[in-house]
């Protein structure tokens, strides 16, 4: 082959490979800042615990030492087994106590409360209080039903999923999704709706410091949007013409061999 011919071949195979080429290594690592040969500690400080908001829907279960009295309070949780005897308003109500736009919850017997901004805990305690009144020694249990979070964009799985605990961080939702693919921007958008507030957060998977973020924590109704960087947007819909292009610079250097 004529050395002509060869920096064809050279330059042909160049761009070949600069049309299949990946996101580089370097984009895709996270936490690049940390130091993957050493063990560290630190002291975990920007834990903050869910608080209830309106529109939550909260499983409230009682117990006391009167079980029939206590069932009045449970019938929002509670279904016979069968719907035989509910009528259709019945077996579409919610299942659970709705927070209103306000933050109230309405208990039989005992009437409104207000519980906005109170942890779970925090809630039990003040219902154990009110409903003292008409159940001996009562018991309260509280999980907020609706807990979820929502990962859209260069994911494997975007979706919408929903939470059975109360302590999600930033990772495990990700993970829940599947992992951002290769293509996704290590710097993703957050958006949380608190407070009747609408916050919007840049944060960067590249650096350790996403674990101190008051962020790292999730909340109800997060948002977790992730941009496809822009050999993702390029190669979208442009599959067949660059394998084209492929097979015709491939067949380009098999004539310049074959030839020489």
Not at 201 to 218: A, G, M, Q, R
Request: aromatic residues 8%; hydrophobic residues 40%.
């Amino acid at each position: 082959m004529s050395l002509k011919h060869f920096t064809t071949v050279l330059f042909s195979a160049l761009i070949l490979f600069c049309i299949t080429s990946c996101t580089s290594y370097k984009n895709v690592q996270y936490f690049q800042d940390l130091a993957a040969d050493s063990v560290r500690s630190e002291v975990i400080g920007n834990f903050s615990p869910l608080t209830i908001q309106p529109g939550d829907l909260l499983g409230i279960h009682f117990n006391s030492l009167n079980p029939e009295a206590s069932a009045v309070f449970n019938y929002n949780l509670e279904r016979p087994n069968g719907t035989s005897n509910l009528d259709k308003a019945e077996e579409s109500a919610v299942i659970g106590y709705l927070v209103d736009y306000e933050g109230n919850i309405h208990l039989p017997q005992v009437g409104k409360m207000n519980l906005k901004g109170l942890t779970t805990i925090e809630a039990t305690k003040a219902i154990e209080e009110k409903v003292a009144t008409v159940l001996t020694k009562p018991k309260v249990n509280i999980r907020i039903q609706n807990f979820k979070v929502s990962v859209l964009g260069d994911v494997k799985s975007p979706g919408t999923y929903n939470i059975y605990n109360e302590k999600l961080t930033l990772l495990e939702g990700l993970s829940r999704a599947g992992d951002l693919n290769s293509t996704g921007i290590r710097k993703i958008l957050l958006v949380r709706e608190i407070d009747g507030k609408r916050v919007y957060v840049p944060i960067d998977l590249t650096s350790k410091n996403i674990f101190k973020s008051e962020y790292y924590y999730l909340k109800n109704n997060d948002v977790i949007y992730v941009q496809p960087n822009r050999t993702r947007i390029e190669n979208d819909g442009t599959t067949f013409q660059k394998v084209s292009i492929a097979v015709s610079l491939l067949s380009i250097i098999a004539i310049l061999i074959t030839n020489s």
